[in-house]
């Protein structure tokens, strides 16, 4: 028997071990998370530094604040390549999927660890090819590298840019093969398929698309990068070649990849409303199987990028049917999350806020979806602003704010402090206000007919057009608050408890911040998730008033 | 000692057959079955890798079958045939290599292993042979292809308009553009492939691995069959649209 | 200040039967929206933490209300795919006397040609009723021929004919962008198209000259090319000067040796497409080819242009 342990003040955790060497060669999934969370969020303010640029020039309809149409192009180009691949594609599954899925299962870390590692560094040499990029010269063929434009008219640093991008999709790949093979063979005993949070399940089904489409992307840009080095001639019509097979290819990836980016969102949302609302959530099976289900439909609607590309009208009609399919799903989950609010005992904090926003905005973006589903609208409104505004409201309103959900919801259980409340609440509502000011005058631009990508437009838009700055103006501010807020909270002492929330969900049951093995002894899971009961929270905030005013 | 069946005492093998457990698993079975399923999971996004040339290639030559069958008429169908047999071959090593690892037969499965190397080095070696010969008959895509006159000649022929020739020109090349990146992304496949096998094989017979190695064997051995089954299809696509070899 | 519009001019048939599908769709967002929105409100002030609510026997699945809302949407969107399906195939269905213009897009403007012989750029005159057919092609990348106003959109594409056609109910004069981002001045390919009174029309039809000639044309290329770059006195390249050179010798680099020919349509050509064959006496071989970046048409506009400065004095 050996001597009790004398007590440590703190108690060691996952974060104790504070030498570079131990970070930079760590195999432990949280500290992986806590890597790609660093990165991200760098990346995310490099975009948004784009965003702020290009906002400003598009106050006023002629070329004023930027140098020259180049740049605008430029500019435009780095933020939609590094907003989708080096922000939102990774930020949840490679944060919050890394952090939480192994403790969410019961297991001590995700399947390959080193491969974990692998795709950390992966993603920053992708990531330091981009900033290279942005330095010496950007690409101005839009994130889309549509050809023949790409293959051999742009004169700017397209290869570099497809070496990049297929570099950083090792990186999702790796990280998909980590969550799939996790999920089939770490799950602790007694957590059977369908006693698995809804987090795992979106998570796997984001997983399925990583490493099922993005190898396509590999194939569209090595392409557009031999055409340009070698002028072989695959997209360049006057050597045989269609420069609409490049779009197909490149949709084929790019279509699923949109939901790579909003599926980790819904898994988000899946587990903060039960745990705000004090409820079981509402249709677990439906939720959980329309994951898959969007996983499934995401790759057979491309199609619907290109209805006034060329491609054949009945062609057209068929991605048109199977677009307004792929809705459905996304319905479900919507209504699902809706009726979970009902005879529930609701706490407005702020993940909760979050989470709300997000069901409204997503909804709005999900209808105009259906919108640009149907073909003879998407005729008038494609490659306008209202697609901008389209997806803005699914990658911001939606995927954006679910991150900053998470990420206030489960910082208590990353670093052991507590974020302050009320500049949380603050920013959340700052974000929707300055996010709906922004992009719903784009919707209205878009119908007027103003196109996207222009550098200079026509003067009856600018109306519009100075109320999206206006509003990006709040958002960039309900932005920096949290980045203030979150690092401050770091000189705290790790004080937040294992369970501030009173969720329930196995990462909950285990310290703030974990230790290196997340669990102390083996794990045996014998219940539901989401087991709130609605009546018992009202009994004990009774029990809490009354001992608070006596 | 016989060649049939052995028990793992009676093979006389050194020191540990304890297959290192890393911490996050519970047990051996566990750890095995995880590496193996991420193996597989890896050659789905192989598969999709390929499948999208493969597309390409499919579109291509549905617009111009002729031009691929006359392109296809200048691969080098033997050596092609060659190959096949050499790779099936190396396959076959490699399978016999995961075997006696499962048997604890260290020496042999390294002896496989090296061989299945060495097979596949073969299966390169051939390929530059015949890439030399194509890039000698300016068949290499780019600023020094050249349409053979016989081809130019046979394509003119089944081309009504003008434009209609210069679309199967392309396509002339495009088959040329594929059959080299094709063949040549399959050849990085299989380049990687012989130095991680060599790797493995050198670690083995340091007796590196901390049990037979039989798991991390397997999963390569996953990784050659898959890069072995997608030769398997290149062959025909590319090397055998016209075995007739009439023009 | 607030006097924006809410939706473009309806000047054709089709934008109007666009805007009622759209009306259409609108609803139904605006329905769900307010329907999610208000649950949402209704739940969350009901059900708040401490308010007195029966909370008893939380419902946590139904099978009938996801039969519900999974039917409702089905069936919602059955009626949007085939109402405009049905809008789309009326886009790609020009009626028989359609009457027929070609369209050329190439980096940064639209070039179009009237079958009776007019062209124009950049502007596009048609009747007002009359259904017209564009046939249209791109020299370079891909394009988009967009005008709001009759809610049609086309990308335009190298090596191949789409086509798109209208028929418009309304006089006056519309947008047209480029809609497929094509490039530094993407945002400046636009136009105009004027829908004229047949009469108007007629009348247009038959006047020559009153667009800009073939030399200003050439003039406006000789700039957007760059060629002015250089050819109009740069401070950094020496480059030769062309006014009073059409129609002179020309002395020719040959070796060591320098020969003279006619500066003729044949050498203003081959000195844009293949600079480096015939270099002038006294001048470095910098020139870069313009091989595939200009179309015969353009190259007959330059010539026509530098062909115009043979009157004038040579400059050194």
Same mark, same amino acid.
């Given at each position: 028997?050996?001597?009790?342990?004398?007590?440590?003040?703190?108690?060691?955790?996952?974060?104790?071990?504070?030498?570079?060497?131990?970070?930079?060669?760590?195999?432990?999934?949280?500290?992986?998370?806590?890597?790609?969370?660093?990165?991200?969020?760098?990346?995310?303010?490099?975009?948004?530094?784009?965003?702020?640029?290009?906002?400003?020039?598009?106050?006023?309809?002629?070329?004023?604040?930027?140098?020259?149409?180049?740049?605008?192009?430029?500019?435009?180009?780095?933020?939609?390549?590094? @907003?989708?691949?080096?922000?939102?594609?990774?930020?949840?599954?490679?944060?919050?999927?890394?952090?939480?899925?192994?403790?969410?299962?019961?297991?001590?870390?995700?399947?390959?660890?080193?491969?974990?590692?692998?795709?950390?560094?992966?993603?920053?040499?992708?990531?330091?090819?981009?900033?290279?990029?942005?330095?010496?010269?950007?690409?101005?063929?839009?994130?889309?590298?549509?050809?023949?434009?790409?293959?051999?008219?742009?004169?700017?640093?397209?290869?570099?840019?497809?070496?990049?991008?297929?570099?950083?999709?090792?990186?999702?790949?790796?990280?998909?093969?980590?969550?799939?093979?996790?999920?089939?063979?770490?799950?602790?005993?007694?957590?059977?398929?369908?006693?698995?949070?809804?987090?795992?399940?979106?998570?796997?089904?984001?997983?399925?698309?990583?490493?099922?489409?993005?190898?396509?992307?590999?194939?569209?840009?090595?392409?557009?990068?031999?055409?340009?080095?070698?002028?072989?001639?695959?997209?360049?019509?006057?050597?045989?070649?269609?420069?609409?097979?490049?779009?197909?290819?490149?949709?084929?990836?790019?279509?699923?990849?949109?939901?790579? @980016?909003?599926?980790?969102?819904?898994?988000?949302?899946?587990?903060?409303?039960?745990?705000?609302?004090?409820?079981?959530?509402?249709?677990?099976?439906?939720?959980?199987?329309?994951?898959?289900?969007?996983?499934?439909?995401?790759?057979?609607?491309?199609?619907?990028?290109?209805?006034?590309?060329?491609?054949?009208?009945?062609?057209?009609?068929?991605?048109?049917?199977?677009?307004?399919?792929?809705?459905?799903?996304?319905?479900?989950?919507?209504?699902?999350?809706?009726?979970?609010?009902?005879?529930?005992?609701?706490?407005?904090?702020?993940?909760?806020?979050?989470?709300?926003?997000?069901?409204?905005?997503?909804?709005?973006?999900?209808?105009?979806?259906?919108?640009?589903?149907?073909?003879?609208?998407?005729?008038?409104?494609?490659?306008?602003?209202?697609?901008?505004?389209?997806?803005?409201?699914?990658?911001?309103?939606?995927?954006?704010?679910?991150?900053?959900?998470?990420?206030?919801?489960?910082?208590?259980?990353?670093?052991?402090?507590?974020?302050?409340?009320?500049?949380?609440?603050?920013?959340?509502?700052?974000?929707?206000?300055?996010?709906?000011?922004?992009?719903?005058?784009?919707?209205?631009?878009?119908?007027?007919?103003?196109?996207?990508?222009?550098?200079?437009?026509?003067?009856?838009?600018?109306?519009?057009?100075?109320?999206?700055?206006?509003?990006?103006?709040?958002?960039?501010?309900?932005?920096?608050?949290?980045?203030?807020?979150?690092?401050?909270?770091?000189?705290?002492?790790?004080?937040? /408890?294992?369970?501030?929330?009173?969720?329930?969900?196995?990462?909950?049951?285990?310290?703030?911040?974990?230790?290196?093995?997340?669990?102390?002894?083996?794990?045996?899971?014998?219940?539901?998730?989401?087991?709130?009961?609605?009546?018992?929270?009202?009994?004990?905030?009774?029990?809490?008033?009354?001992?608070?005013?006596? | 000692?016989?060649?049939?069946?052995?028990?793992?005492?009676?093979?006389?093998?050194?020191?540990?057959?304890?297959?290192?457990?890393?911490?996050?698993?519970?047990?051996?079975?566990?750890?095995?079955?995880?590496?193996?399923?991420?193996?597989?999971?890896?050659?789905?996004?192989?598969?999709?890798?390929?499948?999208?040339?493969?597309?390409?290639?499919?579109?291509?030559?549905?617009?111009?079958?002729?031009?691929?069958?006359?392109?296809?008429?200048?691969?080098?169908?033997?050596?092609?045939?060659?190959?096949?047999?050499?790779?099936?071959?190396?396959?076959?090593?490699?399978?016999?290599?995961?075997?006696?690892?499962?048997?604890?037969?260290?020496?042999?499965?390294?002896?496989?292993?090296?061989?299945?190397?060495?097979? /596949?080095?073969?299966?390169?070696?051939?390929?530059?042979?015949?890439?030399?010969?194509?890039?000698?008959?300016?068949?290499?895509?780019?600023?020094?292809?050249?349409?053979?006159?016989?081809?130019?000649?046979?394509?003119?022929?089944?081309?009504?308009?003008?434009?209609?020739?210069?679309?199967?020109?392309?396509?002339?090349?495009?088959?040329?553009?594929?059959?080299?990146?094709?063949?040549?992304?399959?050849?990085?496949?299989?380049?990687?492939?012989?130095?991680?096998?060599?790797?493995?094989?050198?670690?083995?017979?340091?007796?590196?691995?901390?049990?037979?190695?039989?798991?991390?064997?397997?999963?390569?051995?996953?990784?050659?069959?898959?890069?072995?089954?997608?030769?398997?299809?290149?062959?025909?696509?590319?090397?055998?649209?016209?075995?007739?070899?009439?023009? | 200040?607030?006097?924006?519009?809410?939706?473009?001019?309806?000047?054709?048939?089709?934008?109007?039967?666009?805007?009622?599908?759209?009306?259409?769709?609108?609803?139904?967002?605006?329905?769900?929206?307010?329907?999610?929105?208000?649950?949402?409100?209704?739940?969350?002030?009901?059900?708040?933490?401490?308010?007195?609510?029966?909370?008893?026997?939380?419902?946590?699945?139904?099978?009938?209300?996801?039969?519900?809302?999974?039917?409702?949407?089905?069936?919602?969107?059955?009626?949007?795919?085939?109402?405009?399906?049905?809008?789309?195939?009326?886009?790609?269905?020009?009626?028989?006397?359609?009457?027929?213009?070609?369209?050329?897009?190439?980096?940064?403007?639209?070039?179009?040609?009237?079958?009776?012989?007019?062209?124009?750029?950049?502007?596009?005159?048609?009747?007002?009723?009359?259904?017209?057919?564009?046939?249209?092609?791109?020299?370079?990348?891909?394009?988009?021929?967009?005008?709001?106003?009759?809610?049609?959109?086309?990308?335009?594409?190298? /090596?191949?004919?789409?086509?798109?056609?209208?028929?418009?109910?309304?006089?006056?004069?519309?947008?047209?962008?480029?809609?497929?981002?094509?490039?530094?001045?993407?945002?400046?390919?636009?136009?105009?198209?004027?829908?004229?009174?047949?009469?108007?029309?007629?009348?247009?039809?038959?006047?020559?000259?009153?667009?800009?000639?073939?030399?200003?044309?050439?003039?406006?290329?000789?700039?957007?090319?760059?060629?002015?770059?250089?050819?109009?006195?740069?401070?950094?390249?020496?480059?030769?000067?062309?006014?009073?050179?059409?129609?002179?010798?020309?002395?020719?680099?040959?070796?060591?040796?320098?020969?003279?020919?006619?500066?003729?349509?044949?050498?203003?050509?081959?000195?844009?497409?293949?600079?480096?064959?015939?270099?002038?006496?006294?001048?470095?071989?910098?020139?870069?080819?313009?091989?595939?970046?200009?179309?015969?048409?353009?190259?007959?506009?330059?010539?026509?242009?530098?062909?115009?400065?043979?009157?004038?004095?040579?400059?050194?």
């Amino acid at each position: 028997m050996s001597a009790p342990a004398i007590p440590s003040d703190p108690p060691a955790d996952y974060l104790t071990d504070h030498t570079v060497k131990s970070w930079l060669l760590t195999g432990d999934h949280k500290r992986i998370g806590v890597l790609f969370l660093i990165s991200v969020t760098i990346f995310f303010f490099v975009g948004g530094a784009a965003a702020t640029l290009l906002r400003l020039e598009l106050m006023t309809p002629k070329g004023d604040v930027l140098a020259s149409a180049d740049a605008f192009n430029r500019l435009f180009t780095m933020h939609g390549v590094v @907003m989708i691949f080096f922000f939102l594609i990774p930020s949840i599954p490679a944060v919050l999927g890394n952090f939480l899925l192994p403790i969410m299962i019961g297991a001590r870390d995700m399947a390959f660890p080193r491969l974990n590692l692998l795709s950390w560094y992966i993603y920053l040499i992708g990531g330091l090819l981009g900033i290279w990029i942005l330095i010496f010269g950007g690409v101005d063929t839009g994130w889309t590298f549509y050809t023949p434009f790409s293959s051999m008219y742009s004169n700017t640093m397209v290869v570099t840019a497809a070496v990049s991008v297929f570099i950083v999709g090792f990186s999702s790949i790796l990280t998909g093969l980590n969550i799939i093979v996790t999920t089939h063979t770490l799950r602790a005993p007694g957590m059977t398929w369908f006693r698995l949070p809804l987090f795992v399940w979106s998570h796997y089904a984001t997983a399925l698309i990583m490493v099922l489409g993005t190898p396509v992307l590999a194939i569209s840009v090595v392409l557009v990068g031999l055409e340009r080095i070698f002028r072989v001639g695959v997209f360049d019509p006057a050597l045989g070649g269609d420069p609409i097979l490049f779009q197909h290819l490149f949709w084929f990836y790019s279509h699923p990849a949109v939901y790579i @980016m909003v599926l980790p969102a819904f898994a988000v949302v899946s587990e903060i409303i039960p745990c705000f609302a004090r409820r079981p959530i509402f249709g677990y099976r439906f939720i959980a199987f329309s994951s898959i289900a969007i996983a499934i439909f995401s790759f057979l609607v491309w199609g619907h990028h290109m209805f006034v590309s060329g491609q054949s009208m009945y062609v057209g009609a068929i991605f048109s049917v199977l677009s307004f399919l792929v809705a459905i799903p996304s319905g479900i989950k919507v209504f699902n999350w809706t009726a979970t609010l009902y005879k529930g005992s609701i706490r407005f904090d702020t993940p909760m806020l979050y989470a709300l926003g997000f069901i409204g905005l997503f909804t709005i973006g999900g209808l105009t979806g259906l919108m640009l589903a149907s073909l003879a609208i998407d005729v008038h409104v494609h490659d306008t602003y209202f697609i901008v505004a389209h997806f803005h409201y699914i990658m911001v309103g939606g995927s954006v704010m679910a991150f900053l959900g998470a990420l206030h919801f489960w910082w208590p259980k990353i670093t052991g402090r507590m974020y302050p409340e009320f500049w949380g609440k603050l920013s959340a509502l700052l974000v929707f206000a300055g996010f709906n000011v922004t992009f719903l005058p784009q919707f209205l631009l878009g119908w007027l007919g103003m196109p996207r990508r222009y550098f200079e437009y026509r003067p009856e838009f600018q109306v519009l057009n100075v109320m999206s700055t206006a509003g990006a103006s709040i958002l960039a501010m309900g932005f920096l608050l949290p980045l203030v807020y979150f690092l401050l909270s770091l000189r705290q002492p790790r004080n937040a /408890g294992s369970n501030p929330w009173g969720a329930t969900g196995l990462e909950w049951q285990i310290e703030s911040p974990p230790t290196s093995h997340n669990f102390h002894g083996p794990v045996l899971v014998t219940c539901e998730p989401y087991m709130y009961s609605p009546e018992e929270a009202e009994r004990e905030y009774a029990h809490e008033q009354l001992v608070h005013h006596s | 000692m016989s060649s049939s069946s052995i028990t793992l005492e009676e093979a006389a093998v050194p020191a540990r057959t304890e297959t290192l457990l890393s911490h996050h698993f519970d047990d051996v079975e566990q750890q095995s079955n995880a590496s193996i399923l991420g193996m597989w999971f890896f050659l789905a996004t192989e598969v999709m890798f390929f499948s999208g040339l493969i597309t390409a290639y499919t579109i291509y030559r549905a617009l111009s079958p002729e031009a691929f069958r006359l392109g296809s008429l200048h691969m080098h169908v033997w050596l092609g045939f060659f190959n096949t047999l050499v790779l099936l071959t190396s396959s076959l090593t490699m399978a016999l290599a995961v075997r006696s690892s499962q048997l604890g037969r260290r020496d042999r499965t390294v002896w496989y292993m090296v061989a299945t190397a060495v097979l /596949g080095a073969g299966f390169l070696g051939v390929k530059a042979i015949e890439y030399s010969m194509e890039i000698e008959h300016n068949l290499f895509p780019g600023v020094n292809f050249q349409v053979p006159a016989e081809d130019a000649a046979a394509l003119a022929e089944i081309s009504a308009t003008p434009e209609e020739l210069q679309q199967n020109l392309g396509h002339f090349q495009i088959m040329f553009v594929l059959y080299f990146f094709i063949t040549g992304v399959h050849a990085f496949h299989m380049i990687i492939g012989i130095v991680i096998v060599l790797i493995m094989a050198a670690l083995m017979k340091r007796n590196w691995f901390s049990g037979n190695g039989t798991t991390q064997i397997e999963a390569m051995g996953l990784y050659w069959h898959f890069v072995d089954i997608v030769w398997v299809f290149l062959y025909p696509l590319l090397y055998l649209i016209d075995l007739s070899g009439g023009h | 200040m607030w006097d924006f519009p809410l939706f473009p001019e309806q000047a054709t048939a089709n934008a109007q039967k666009l805007d009622a599908l759209m009306l259409f769709e609108v609803g139904i967002l605006v329905f769900f929206t307010t329907l999610i929105f208000t649950l949402i409100l209704v739940f969350c002030l009901r059900f708040r933490r401490g308010s007195k609510v029966d909370r008893s026997n939380a419902p946590t699945h139904s099978q009938a209300l996801e039969v519900i809302w999974i039917a409702i949407p089905a069936i919602l969107s059955a009626v949007m795919f085939i109402w405009s399906m049905q809008l789309f195939y009326e886009l790609y269905d020009p009626p028989a006397d359609a009457a027929e213009i070609s369209v050329v897009g190439k980096q940064w403007m639209w070039y179009l040609q009237h079958p009776q012989g007019r062209s124009e750029t950049n502007e596009l005159h048609v009747p007002l009723g009359q259904a017209v057919k564009l046939n249209m092609t791109s020299q370079d990348v891909i394009h988009s021929f967009f005008i709001p106003a009759f809610r049609i959109k086309q990308d335009v594409l190298p /090596g191949r004919y789409t086509s798109l056609w209208f028929q418009p109910t309304k006089v006056g004069k519309f947008d047209l962008f480029c809609a497929e981002y094509c490039g530094t001045n993407h945002s400046i390919m636009i136009g105009t198209v004027h829908v004229m009174e047949p009469a108007d029309y007629e009348a247009w039809l038959a006047a020559k000259g009153v667009g800009p000639s073939q030399a200003e044309e050439g003039e406006r290329l000789f700039v957007q090319h760059h060629c002015a770059g250089c050819h109009r006195g740069s401070q950094t390249v020496h480059a030769p000067r062309l006014e009073g050179v059409y129609g002179k010798p020309v002395p020719i680099q040959d070796g060591e040796n320098i020969r003279f020919i006619q500066a003729d349509d044949r050498y203003i050509r081959d000195s844009i497409l293949e600079p480096r064959s015939e270099v002038v006496a006294g001048y470095e071989p910098l020139m870069p080819s313009y091989k595939d970046q200009i179309s015969e048409q353009d190259l007959l506009k330059i010539i026509a242009y530098i062909k115009s400065l043979a009157n004038q004095e040579p400059i050194q």
